[in-house]
């Protein structure tokens, strides 16, 4: 029904800056919230940022001041600007959106993932 494709992910020395995309297509009614959520190697995925339909943000305390997360005006995209990179931001990101499809039913859809690798 829907789908979530991740752009923007690559390999940036630490200290340097990353713009994570994240884009919605299917039988979507409404998009309430999105989010994105990374997973390393021996860790826990844990949520990195999110934010709701109406605007409401959420941040791991370990990006706060750091990553800044926004939807685009259809509220169909997802972005995660993430500056002042360290190594420990090395990890898969992936998107995750909840909503209502057209048919009325409600989803919850990840995409397939960006690797983010921050190395000298």
């Known amino acids: 029904q829907v789908q979530l494709v991740e752009s923007g992910g690559g390999l940036v020395q630490p200290g340097g800056s990353l713009r994570l995309s994240c884009a919605a297509s299917?039988?979507?009614?409404?998009?309430?919230?999105m989010g994105w959520y990374r997973q390393a190697p021996g860790k826990q995925r844990e949520l990195v940022a999110a934010i709701t339909s109406g605007g409401t943000t959420n941040y791991a305390d370990s990006v706060k001041g750091r990553f800044t997360i926004s939807r685009d005006s259809g509220k169909d995209s997802v972005f995660l600007q993430m500056n002042n990179l360290k190594p420990e931001d090395t990890a898969v990101y992936h998107c995750n959106a909840e909503g209502i499809a057209t048919m009325m039913t409600r989803f919850s859809v990840w995409g397939q993932g960006t690797q983010v690798t921050v190395s000298s």
């Open positions: 299917g039988s979507i009614c409404s998009i309430n919230a």
